[in-house]
């Protein structure tokens, strides 16, 4: 009779696999990777070439005097000027209300597209809102002499660059958040605040003659 070898008492003391231990998950939570932001696309540089591409450019950019390298802005407030002159003799009061009007409300929409074709909310080199403002102060000073039409450009350009108290709040009021797409809000401040300024403009030049 052949007697089968007993197990070793080591054997018999290790306890039994447990087949769930090796299924369990790690308790440990894995955190997912960050999320990368949006990437916001550089603004685009005014060109000669990009105000030929649409009407609406030709109107913003002030028929050119907006892309002026250097202070783009008083550049269109002259351009205003001497083109008040050219038109002044041609047009009566009712006609030129008629042009700012007309005027507010096509270069609402030429602002809206430029600013959206450079993606930015306040370009520089629109300066449609410098024309009609300064339009509007000539019509309502005039006639006037050489000196008070230089006075007039002068202060205005005082409140447009320095933009205080009324015209910055102004300025802020319709600014795009960062990374927000230009829209018609933006549009309407870029010529918001340059009508502020043409109002300050007027009430000094009234007190003036006070």
Do not use: Y
């Not at 070439?49 to 390298?69: E, V």
């Not at 002159?85 to 096509?106: E, R, T």
């Amino acid at each position: 009779m052949v007697t089968e070898p007993s197990r070793p008492d080591g054997d018999a003391a290790l306890p039994p696999l447990n087949s769930t231990s090796f299924d369990q998950p790690d308790p440990t939570p894995v955190s997912p990777p960050p999320a990368t932001p949006p990437v916001t696309p550089a603004p685009r540089r005014p060109t000669v070439r990009l105000m030929f591409s649409h009407p609406a450019h030709w109107l913003s950019f002030g028929f050119g005097s907006g892309l002026s390298p250097i202070a783009p802005g008083t550049v269109g407030t002259l351009w205003a000027w001497v083109a008040f002159l050219v038109l002044n003799p041609w047009l009566n009061d009712v006609q030129w209300a008629g042009v700012l009007l007309a005027g507010f409300g096509i270069g609402w929409w030429a602002c809206t597209r430029t600013a959206q074709a450079l993606g930015t909310g306040d370009p520089g080199s629109v300066v449609w809102d410098e024309v009609l403002a300064f339009w509007l102060i000539l019509w309502i000073v005039m006639p006037a002499s050489w000196v008070w039409q230089l006075a007039a450009f002068l202060v205005f350009r005082l409140f447009d660059a320095a933009k205080p108290g009324p015209v910055g709040w102004a300025d802020r009021l319709f600014k795009a958040a960062p990374g927000q797409a230009p829209g018609w809000a933006q549009g309407f401040g870029i010529l918001f605040d340059d009508l502020v300024a043409a109002l300050c403009t007027l009430i000094v030049l009234a007190l003036w003659k006070i």
